[in-house]
């Protein structure tokens, strides 16, 4: 276990009793102390949110670090001031950004902008030849780097907050880009301090309203007021993040008095929750799709008529008005709404016909062929239930579907003879394709690097649609590959639009995100 604590008992006399007014202030301090509990943490064993790329990751990062530039998550979702006071653009290449000059980290550094071309370097993000060992970034947090920010040349250091970022192509989406979750802010100094990427993301350090205190994998994450934060003293004393497996021991443990929020609520649990006037539940749809992947190079699957005719099986609204009671919705396909003029607006999502499902199998010669379907137990919400009902309507169109539950990700994304198919989710981090195709299903994307499919024309069109600035052709680009992805040769089955629901004391203020983000900056807590 790392924790403050711990290195605070490990020092010297002297340095262990100048701390004491400052435990007797902190005795004194009124602030809350939450508590949260949580499906699960971290996927990854490390804070780096690159390396935790996922779901339950998203809901702590941007507590402790920031990207440049902010989302309103729980607005309008647009683009906001971050550590960045203001940007402009220059060129279809260039950004330039003037820093704010009262941030600090956790460690008392004053934030500048080498703090940012650190952030962007080999040492941190993108790794080099020669640069290995635990204090390099691992090849997962490289690639994700190097999909997430595809053409970047440097950071121009113009002056102590003041930087331009600069692309080797043009990109209409740069200031997207800068905010998304990858490009949170850390300091070079203490990244050497600690020993490099392993050790450093073991006990992070960034210019959130809360710093780390304690991280225990598998059990616990504690996060502290940091009360020199930019923005304003935070409203929270502590935060803590328990890992809580089980839906209905959350819940209970709610009642109990034990977590002041509960994670991952079921709608059909909101109900009996909100009979407890002391609690009620919160959220709703944000911007993350549950999909299935399809493993192309199995045998049973390698076929692209087999894979449509999955996509023809599956009745979405009726998975939406059963499990979900309506409270989210079936996508035109992978895209959401606030991606505005690069929104493919004829595209939707394969209609349900159970007879079309059977002509594609007959057509493919399916000869019932097993098609193993890798599961976490309700990893997600509903996860198993939903896994269940598709089994049973791809059934009814005679596909010979086997459930195979495991244990962790590593397991699902395995690669050999038992993976064809495994439940999935796309978020996009901001209002453009890029913000996640190419990440996932790019040359440089997770299914392409774990051999599960490639497409060579849609390999060819992904450096256009992230450096194009016809905005007309790179929608045109993006409704192509709409046809790829989910008709011609299916890699994914949407499944619907993710809704988010939270649980928590009723006495609290307190607003949800478009995201898995949870906000608990002073402006949205309390009256």
């Known amino acids: 276990m790392l924790s403050r604590r711990t290195l605070l008992a490990a020092a010297p006399l002297g340095v262990a009793a100048a701390t004491l007014p400052r435990f007797a202030i902190a005795q004194a301090d009124q602030r809350p102390v939450i508590t949260i509990a949580v499906q699960k943490i971290t996927n990854n064993g490390t804070l780096?949110?690159?390396?935790?790329?996922s779901n339950v990751g998203t809901r702590w990062y941007n507590l402790y670090k920031e990207p440049l530039i902010d989302t309103d998550w729980t607005g309008n979702l647009t683009l906001r001031p971050g550590l960045a006071s203001a940007w402009r653009r220059i060129d279809d290449r260039t950004v330039e950004i003037e820093l704010r000059d009262d941030v600090r980290f956790h460690d008392g550094t004053k934030l500048t902008a080498e703090h940012v071309a650190f952030t962007f370097s080999a040492e941190r993000m993108f790794g080099r030849e020669g640069?290995?060992?635990p204090g390099a970034p691992p090849p997962e947090v490289a690639a994700g780097a190097r999909g997430t920010f595809p053409g970047f040349e440097k950071v121009e250091i113009l002056?102590?907050?003041r930087l331009r970022w600069v692309n080797r192509t043009g990109d209409v989406t740069l200031e997207g880009r800068l905010s998304h979750r990858a490009g949170s802010i850390v300091p070079g100094e203490a990244f050497a301090r600690a020993g490099g990427w392993s050790p450093f993301f073991q006990m992070p350090v960034g210019t959130g309203p809360y710093r780390v205190a304690e991280w225990r994998?598998?059990?616990?994450?504690?996060?502290?007021?940091?009360?020199?934060?930019?923005?304003g003293r935070p409203p929270i004393r502590q935060i803590r993040f328990l890992e809580v497996p089980?839906?209905?021991?959350?819940?209970?443990?709610?009642?109990?008095?034990?977590?002041?929020?509960?994670?991952?609520?079921?709608?059909?649990?909101?109900?009996?929750?909100?009979?407890?006037p002391r609690f009620e539940v919160v959220g709703g749809v944000i911007m993350n799709h549950r999909v299935t992947h399809f493993d192309t190079t199995h045998p049973a699957l390698e076929n692209p008529l087999v894979r449509r005719a999955m996509t023809h099986a599956v009745d979405r609204k009726a998975i939406v008005d059963s499990l979900w009671a309506g409270r989210t919705e079936v996508p035109n396909g992978l895209q959401f709404p606030f991606f505005e003029a690069m929104t493919a607006p004829?595209?939707?999502?394969?209609?349900f016909d159970v007879a079309e499902a059977r002509r594609l199998l007959r057509e493919a010669n399916y000869r019932g062929d097993p098609i193993p379907y890798r599961m976490l137990n309700n990893y997600y919400t509903n996860q198993n239930s939903t896994g269940q009902v598709m089994?049973?309507?791809w059934r009814a169109a005679g596909l010979n579907v086997e459930m195979q539950m495991v244990e962790n990700w590593g397991q699902v994304q395995a690669a050999g003879p038992g993976r064809g198919m495994f439940e999935h989710s796309v978020t996009a981090f901001f209002n453009d394709p890029v913000s996640f195709i190419p990440t996932t299903y790019g040359p440089r994307g997770s299914l392409s690097r774990n051999g599960m499919w490639k497409n060579a024309e849609f390999m060819a069109l992904v450096p256009q649609l992230e450096s194009g600035t016809d905005r007309t052709r790179r929608?045109?680009?993006?409704?192509?590959?709409?046809?790829?992805?989910?008709r011609e040769d299916p890699v994914v089955n949407v499944i619907h639009q993710t809704a988010n629901f939270t649980a928590k004391r009723r006495n609290i203020t307190w607003r949800p995100a478009k995201s898995f983000v949870m906000d608990f900056r002073r402006q949205n807590w309390g009256a």
């Open 48 to 53: 780096d949110i690159i390396r935790e790329a």
């Open 131 to 133: 640069l290995a060992g």
């Open 159 to 161: 002056g102590p907050h």
């Open 217 to 231: 994998i598998d059990s616990r994450l504690v996060l502290e007021s940091f009360d020199e934060y930019w923005g």
């Open 246 to 276: 089980e839906l209905s021991s959350r819940i209970n443990g709610m009642f109990a008095g034990e977590y002041d929020f509960a994670c991952d609520i079921t709608p059909d649990q909101i109900s009996t929750i909100e009979r407890d």
């Open 346 to 351: 004829d595209w939707s999502v394969p209609r």
């Open 391 to 393: 089994m049973e309507m």
């Open 475 to 486: 929608a045109a680009i993006f409704a192509r590959m709409l046809q790829i992805m989910e």
